[in-house]
């Protein structure tokens, strides 16, 4: 039997909304290797007696990967947990794990995305909305594009920010949206936002304002932003 990689997706913050499915990949695992806030929300699944556990940075990852692989025996498993889903922000470091274990000795397990909680909060329902994040590190100039398609055309959209704190020139936070829209002709004045930080967690804050109101105001990179122009259509209208 081959190496076993786990891709899983832990949820957006809280332990409570973490699947089984994933804190069985978890328990499986002989090496689990994640970022430190994403360790973090898994430490009550892990067993560090008997798992080796690595938490990587952005600079270190490729090498911890790369050693991982090296070490681990045919039919051993390891996995790779991130915040909210799997499938959501994450497909350039999926991409790459993939590369190095090989699509057949991947599982990719989905979790509960921070964008599916901000729509359950903002009742703004997602089959009626533009779901993008800017939270890559490509270009971003064609989902800014349609973005604004999205706000002109009256539809809302849930988005996940880009912080950037080493270039300010690829920031495209809440406010550097806001100046986005409003410097494209849009009334930002007139349109509703809600910012959610850190749900699910002790730490829960949440924002109901303006798109103007973004202007000048600074959210955690662990942030949502939902552009509310959501119209209700019940059953009875049909």
Known sequence: MPKKLFVVGVGPGSPAY???VAKEAIRRSRY???YRYTLSIIEGVVDRSRQQ??????????????DVHRK???GEYCTVPFTGDVNFSES??????????????VEVIPGISSIQVAAAKS?????????????????????????LEAVRQGRSVILLPRPWPADPSKHFMQSEIAKFLRQNGIDT??????????????KETTFKGSVADLEGKEFSDLSALVIDQAKRETYLEF
């Open 18 to 20: 973490m699947t089984d």
């Open 32 to 34: 689990v290797v994640g």
């Open 53 to 66: 556990i690595y938490e990587i940075t952005m600079k270190t990852q490729e090498d911890v990967y790369q």
């Open 72 to 74: 681990m025996k045919d």
């Open 92 to 105: 350039e470091v999926v991409d790459r794990l993939l590369e190095i274990f090989g699509d057949d000795n």
């Open 123 to 147: 009742h703004v329902p997602t089959d009626k909305t533009l779901i993008v994040t800017f939270h890559v590190t490509g270009c971003i100039e064609q989902k800014k594009k349609d973005l």
């Open 189 to 202: 004045v007139k349109l509703k936002a809600w910012v959610f930080e850190r749900m699910t967690t002790e």
